[in-house]
């Protein structure tokens, strides 16, 4: 069993900021991938933001200069850091982890988080 513990959205007026954290527990011996996930109203869900267990990131370019995605390993946390936010950001967000849950494991597991709502508006 894995658990995704989500907080961090809510209400912000346009150019605001918000900070959304993913804390991932369980039968976990360790996590590739982190990352974020959003879907809109009437909209399919996309790639936010990733990064890899070495630091290595990836981002939808809509997100590239105003968000950041960090990691503590030691915490099992992802981190996105939202700036400068925009009307069209808002959407459900969706923390994602791609694990091993043993070391002989041979292919990652894919767990996703419940979501947090994010609403960007004046």
């Known amino acids: 069993q894995v658990q995704l513990v989500e907080s961090g959205g809510g209400l912000v007026q346009p150019g605001g900021s918000l900070r959304l954290s993913c804390a991932a527990s369980g039968s976990i011996f360790r996590i590739n991938d982190m990352g974020w996930y959003r879907q809109g109203p009437g909209k399919q869900r996309e790639l936010v933001a990733r990064i890899r267990s070495g630091g290595r990131t990836n981002y939808a370019d809509s997100v590239k200069g105003r968000f950041t995605v960090s990691r503590d390993n030691a915490k099992n946390t992802v981190y996105l850091q939202m700036n400068s936010l925009k009307p069209e950001d808002t959407a459900v967000y969706y923390c994602?982890?791609?694990?091993?849950?043993?070391?002989?494991?041979?292919?990652?597991?894919?767990?996703w988080g419940q979501g947090t709502q994010v609403t960007v508006s004046s």
């Open positions: 994602n982890v791609a694990y091993l849950k043993t070391a002989w494991d041979r292919y990652e597991y894919d767990y």
